[in-house]
């Protein structure tokens, strides 16, 4: 019987494998939690500032309907009634601009419904009073108006305050306007 002897060569070859398999395992093992928890940790904290910003005390967000609406959008997509403003325009006058709303609506609901158009507030935070209230209209039915407002000379019109009454319970929101063409 002869006994194998091990040589140097024969044991470092074992230990080489060895902690090339711990090397591996231990990257793996560590490191690839690392490598996921690092975005997951950066994408919450933006998501966090973000809502912050927008909902924070020191909040600098004036966008209440979430987009600025324009020619052809609804003026209060929040609700299931339908307004969309058909046409909008700023004319030159001698004593500043007049600004036109046009109005399409349709009562979708089972209830008499009435749309307010309020207030203007200009880019320079300016309110101009004025405004039109349709008449109640019934179910289904659909009613069009214009809205005039006379602005300050060089003021563009930044929102509108809308009032929709559905029988009777009115629902306030001020809505941002995409800016609005010179005729």
Do not use: C
């Not at 005039?148 to 809308?162: G, I, K, Q």
């Amino acid at each position: 019987m002869t006994e194998h002897a091990s040589t140097p060569s024969d044991d470092a070859g074992d230990g080489d494998a060895e902690n090339d398999v711990w090397s591996r395992r231990s990257f793996v093992r560590y490191f690839a939690p690392i490598s996921i928890a690092i975005p997951v940790v950066v994408e919450t904290e933006t998501f966090v500032g973000l809502l912050q910003n927008d909902f924070g005390e020191d909040s600098t967000w004036d966008d209440p309907t979430g987009v600025s609406v324009g020619i052809g959008g609804d003026l209060r997509p929040d609700l299931d009634t339908r307004e969309k403003l058909q046409n909008a325009a700023l004319t030159e006058v001698e004593d500043g601009r007049r600004l036109q709303l046009a109005v399409a609506v349709r009562n979708t609901a089972d209830a008499p419904y009435r749309l307010e158009l309020g207030a203007v507030t200009t880019d320079g935070g300016d309110t101009v009073e004025g405004g039109y209230t349709t008449d109640p209209v019934a179910p289904d039915e659909t009613a069009s108006f214009t809205a005039e407002y006379v602005l300050p000379a060089d003021a563009t019109p930044a929102s509108v305050e809308t009032t929709v009454t559905i029988g009777n319970q009115p629902s306030e929101k001020t809505v941002q306007l995409a800016p609005i063409p010179n005729r």
